[in-house]
């Protein structure tokens, strides 16, 4: 019953392209599409059912974690259709479940829409480059994506370390090993340690979070080494603050400088539900420059900002002004651009003048004619 059922439910996924599928006690099944849940008509699982669908689908290594500890997460392939990442977890005693569907195939910067300046900077020779923004924001495609252009044009070697591994990566122009923490490697930092003693070029790491794993991440940059990581910020200042008040306080001025160094730039992004169905991101990207770099050390970082707004012939662009275009460009609504803004009332100031002056251009046309 329960293997059918898993089954059906995943090929509907798919076809309809939601992006996770929940599965709890008291309700039917529902699919997160573009961005809004939707319940499935089917009759309401009972806690037998969502036991069973965990089992059908459930390592017995991860059957274990979740007895013990209440929670656990591993990926798996459906055939040849699409992974998915799961997090089981109980809740009031009951066995819950969220699936993440993970495309099979990488999307090419051009199609996520990604400032034409990130590829550049991600091919430099060494240093950290950090994608950023909450949860099902597009990090790890964004990732995924920036990989698979360098494993087509550069001869690296690339090491990912990840929680579970979500996109596969084969050997193209580079050679990709990819390491997946509680199966290949017992946690992220240990991985790190070792990757620099396995002659990397470019190492992934899937999440940032804890000082031991930020640590080493920032030593194997300065190393020689190009380094991707993550973090659940929102913004290019936040980003650099949130690292540096991870350590403490005697040690802070040290990583400022050594950050100063090896930071190669900050890519934050957040998905927005386009008009017309699907969804696209907005990006604020700051390029590392060597006056940014100065800020870093000299602890002004709240200058930096304004030194992003000023920057755009180094192709830096601030969240709201990514916002403000997908707006202007007619792919995403003002109530949408808005709840995703830094400074809501700024843009909508900015949007309203906007719409004043395109309706003056109206009638200035209107009179002209």
Known sequence: MATIL???????????????IHITVGQPPVFRLHGRMRQLDTKSLVPEDTVSLMKSITPERCQRELQESGSADFGF???????FRVSIFRQ??????VLRQIPNSMLTPEQLGLPDKVIELCKRPRGLFLVTGPTGSGKSTTLASVINNINETIDHHIITIEDPIEFYHYHKKSTVNQREVGVDVPSFAEAIRRALRQDPDVILVGELRDLETIEAAITAAETGHVVFGTLHTNSAAGTINRIIDVFPTNQQDQIRTQLGEGLIGVLSQTLCPKIGGGRCAAYELLNCTSGIKNLIRENKVFRIPSMIQTGAKHGMILMDDSLYNLWKAEKVSQEEVLGKAQHPTDLAKRIADAKRGLEQDEVAEASAH
């Open 6 to 20: 898993i089954d059906k439910l995943l090929q509907a996924a798919v076809k309809q392209g939601a992006s996770d």
């Open 77 to 83: 392939a459906f055939s040849d259709l699409a992974r």
């Open 92 to 97: 009031r005693g009951n066995i819950s479940m």
